[in-house]
């Protein structure tokens, strides 16, 4: 029996990802949060409109994934009252 050939090897595909995502199964997969989640982020007001998310031309919403980026770094920053206070060092001056 004849011995079965490789396939020619292929060059890797490269895909620059979308900035902007519809809110759905794409959005849940490149960021990791529930639909669910993302729904009650724009319900609060946590996700503003034309800040996190635009409404597209088709009415349909899309998540801003540098915004979303720019709204993670700003959740893991810590709060203002957290940072040290610039006194002499001396604790609850």
Do not use: H
């Not at 919403?61 to 206070?85: I, K, Q």
Request: glycine share 8%; hydrophobic share 30%.
């Amino acid at each position: 029996m004849k011995k079965r050939e490789p396939p020619p090897a292929q060059a890797p595909v490269f895909v620059t990802p979308a900035r902007y995502v519809r809110i759905g199964p794409t959005a849940e997969a490149a960021t990791g949060i529930p639909l669910s989640s993302m729904e009650k982020k724009i319900e609060r007001g946590e996700w503003m409109r034309d800040r996190e998310w635009v409404k597209g031309p088709d009415g349909r919403r899309y998540l801003d994934l540098r915004a979303y980026e720019a709204w993670v770094t700003r959740a893991s920053d810590p709060a203002p009252s957290e940072y040290p206070d610039p006194g002499d060092g001396c604790p609850n001056d």
